[in-house]
């Protein structure tokens, strides 16, 4: 009896190649980073941990700092895409938007993708890869700020009180990860994150009450009146 035909199975295009070979390879240099920090880094290692040959990681990432910094490129993107996932969240119900910034602080900061990361802003900042390196955090750290600080403005929380709880969130998750690298892991951190937050929804709510009561904390208490003399003299 005949066996049925199977399909065959379409050939990879040359950029669909190109494409996977440079993903092991990135894939491989994170894990690598990660595993034995930049100054033990070597490209061979790499080839041989992602499986592809010495001659094509050399014809993809001629340099051991352009596979490094694709490398600290796609951490970033893979954590700003995290980020934001959890901002939709968050602005889909607005009450757990302080829980899902503590979170993604804790996961990034605490985690090895921010080890990554520092250990490559301690490179020379004069050197390429040390600018480069900046470049890379101001192009996808910064809107991950302020991605934050327009969902809580959103939300009805003034801009000020806003930015301070977004800017200390950070700062404390940073502290406890630069921390790790002194002392290891702590177990402090939930309790004074769960400090921190009762002390951060005290912030917003206090903001918010203010604001609905008419009363700006971000404006002098005399601008009504000069508003108002600008419209009996207009």
């Not at 998750?173 to 951060?200: N, P, T």
């Amino acid at each position: 009896m005949a066996k049925p035909l199977v399909p065959a199975r379409p050939r990879r295009t040359q950029a669909e190649r190109t494409l996977s070979t440079q993903r092991k390879l990135i894939n491989g240099a994170i894990d690598l980073l990660k595993k034995k920090r930049y100054a033990s880094f070597r490209t061979a290692d790499v080839a041989e941990h992602a499986g592809v040959s010495k001659g094509a990681q050399t014809h993809h990432f001629p340099s051991k700092d352009m596979l490094v910094l694709q490398a600290l490129e796609e951490v970033y993107r893979r954590t700003q895409q995290r980020a934001l996932e959890r901002i939709a969240a968050g602005r889909s119900a607005p009450g757990t938007l302080l829980e899902q910034l503590v979170a993604d602080s804790r996961e990034f900061f605490l985690g090895d993708d921010f080890l990554l990361s520092l250990d490559l802003m301690m490179v020379d900042p004069s050197s390429t890869l040390g600018s480069d390196v900046k470049r890379l955090a101001q192009q996808y750290r910064l809107p991950v700020e302020q991605a934050w600080l327009d969902a809580l403005v959103e939300a009805g929380h003034p801009e000020r009180q806003a930015k301070d709880v977004v800017r200390l969130t950070f700062a404390i998750a940073r502290g406890f990860g630069v921390r790790q690298l002194i002392a290891g892991q702590d177990e402090e951190f939930q309790h004074l994150m769960d400090s921190w937050m009762r002390m951060a929804k005290a912030m917003l709510l206090l903001s918010s009450a203010r604001g609905a009561s008419g009363t700006s904390i971000n404006r002098p208490l005399n601008a009504p009146q000069r508003t108002a003399r600008k419209k009996n003299s207009a």
